[in-house]
């Protein structure tokens, strides 16, 4: 690996522990403005201070993220859909490698789409996008969407699109936590971080979605709405990170949660 693309991958998945707390405030994307990420200039500022990296459009880095800042970004690169449209899965490459260097990302991602329509078509995107990143020095994230067919979540499945981004060069993969999630990580040579998903019920719940997958061999997170819709978005993102990089359990980092709510100041993360 080319030392200027290790050097953007280790500002991601920080060497202590190869793992990552990414904020994921890319939705807008396709589906405009989003419950409590309307503004997301006002949604973002607490958080990134606690985030490892956060994966945004070029559009809202440029117009609400400060350029003072030194968290690590991950470039929403592909889009072209959007949920009032046909098909979410007919996606293209709407932003150049040539634009990701001058915004200076530490990587850039896309989705595919495995099994749909256009299973070819982002598959190939993502082909040229790997040649295209390698040639830059830029990693490459691949994300395995599966639009609104939620049923494709199982093991078999989200393993396979993850060996196939792989096997064509992506450097990091994002997946859903599954059942037998084991087999997903033991399938794919790269690191996987799982999707937050829609928003759960509970914090418990989240972060119990958020240990299970590390002790399954997640490299960490991905998640948005599930830190951002929190009544408490601080206290949550901080919980997670305990769960993630200090190996709290779901039930600790939920004290954590509940102590940081209340105004607490502990230690932990």
């Known amino acids: 690996m080319d030392w200027g693309l290790q050097n953007r991958l280790s500002r991601i998945l920080k060497p202590d522990d190869d793992r990552t707390v990414m904020l994921a405030a890319d939705h807008g994307y396709f589906l405009g403005p989003t419950n409590r990420l309307e503004d997301p200039r006002s949604t973002l500022e607490p958080l990134l201070r606690y985030a490892d990296a956060i994966m945004v459009t070029r559009g809202v880095l440029r117009n609400c993220v400060a350029a003072t800042t030194d968290v690590p970004v991950v470039l929403r690169v592909s889009g072209g859909t959007s949920v009032v449209g046909s098909d979410l899965a007919h996606e293209t490459i709407t932003t150049s490698i040539d634009d990701a260097v001058r915004l200076n990302a530490s990587a850039v991602a896309l989705s595919v789409f495995v099994g749909s329509k256009y299973e070819h078509e982002t598959l190939a995107n993502l082909g040229m996008l790997v040649d295209q990143g390698v040639a830059a020095g830029m990693p490459v994230l691949a994300v395995t969407a599966v639009g609104k067919e939620l049923e494709k979540r199982d093991a078999r499945y989200l393993a396979l699109c993850c060996r196939i981004v792989a096997e064509l060069g992506a450097h ?15 399938g794919c040579p790269i690191p996987v971080v799982i999707a937050g ?5 509970t914090e418990l719940d989240v972060l119990q979605l958020a240990y299970r997958a590390v002790q399954a061999g997640a490299a960490g997170v991905d998640m ?33 949660f509940l102590e940081l709510k209340q105004g607490g100041h502990p230690q932990l993360a």
């Open 172 to 186: 990091v993969a994002k997946t859903y936590f599954c059942e037998e999630f084991e087999q997903v990580v033991a």
């Open 224 to 256: 948005g709405r599930n830190i951002w819709q929190s009544d408490d978005p601080v206290p949550m993102i901080r919980a997670v990170r305990a769960v993630v990089h200090e190996n709290a359990t779901a039930e600790d980092a939920h004290e954590l």
């Open 197 to 201: 998903g829609l928003k759960l019920e």
